[in-house]
């Protein structure tokens, strides 16, 4: 039995919430629902639970503000909230759930998925040390992604990251330090996750940092050199775009 908190200042999504886990999922048990992060603080640190479903927003405090205030986080969180690019980016970058607000039942069905597949691994309070870095620093240059890698999580900078290559449902990180780490994740993942920090995706095969471009040159679609010294091909199609967000980094 998981034994689940909700910590979620509405109300009615708190016992929506709470209903969606009674009805249809057995192995869940919802021990506690806290309105704000004092009541969450008491519920945890008596119950010790597996699982909280935790709001980002928490009248005038967050959910980040309920991870800082404990000693030691034993247990796994899905975070519960609205649209908010900045959040949902640190939590994606620290390899932590999240759900999006509203969500239907398959959504937390896929959420608790993830969390029992995640759950047969070792539990890394270093994904919760890269989310307050990620939070605490704003700027691309300090930002930091958590990979789950063959051997475990590795914690890199995002400036660092010359180029990740596609290998069908892995990809490649190819490092200033010339190290390469394979990721059980697609490429496609990481060019959404890496957009915002002049990263592009201007192969099928190939997403680049665009501060480590080297060389450009022309051809139908052209060929990129990276700081590694690798030979890129841009496709025709993306040319136009890596060239306008080039002139712009």
């Not at 945890?44 to 699982?51: A, F, S, W, Y």
Request: glycine fraction near 4%.
């Amino acid at each position: 039995m998981i034994k689940v908190i909700i910590v979620e200042d509405e109300e009615r999504s708190r016992d929506a919430l709470k209903e969606m886990l009674k009805g249809h999922f057995r192995n869940a048990e919802v021990i506690a629902a806290c309105k704000n992060v004092e009541e969450a603080k008491v519920a945890i640190e008596l119950n010790q639970p597996d699982l909280i479903f935790l709001d980002v927003e928490l009248g005038d405090k967050t959910g980040f503000d309920l991870l800082r205030q404990l000693n030691k986080i034993t247990f796994d969180v899905i975070f519960t909230t609205g649209y908010e690019k900045y959040a949902v980016q640190a939590i994606k970058c620290s390899a932590l759930d999240f759900l999006i607000k509203p969500f239907s039942i398959s959504d937390l069905q896929e959420a608790l998925k993830r969390y029992e597949e995640k759950h047969e691994r070792q539990h890394s309070s270093e994904q919760f040390e890269t989310l307050f870095h990620n939070l605490k620093h704003l700027n691309a240059d300090a930002k930091k992604i958590a990979l789950p890698t063959l051997n475990g999580l590795i914690i890199i900078s995002v400036k660092d990251i010359i180029r990740c290559e596609s290998d069908v449902n892995y990809t490649t990180f190819h490092m200033v330090t010339k190290n390469k780490l394979l990721v059980a994740k697609t490429l496609k993942e990481f060019e959404e996750l890496l957009h915002d920090y002049d990263f592009i995706r201007v192969h099928n095969s190939h997403l680049i940092n665009l501060h480590h471009v080297k060389k450009y040159t022309r051809g139908e679609g052209g060929i990129v050199t990276m700081a590694d010294g690798a030979e890129v091909d841009v496709s025709r199609r993306k040319k136009d775009e890596f060239l306008k967000r080039l002139a712009e980094t």
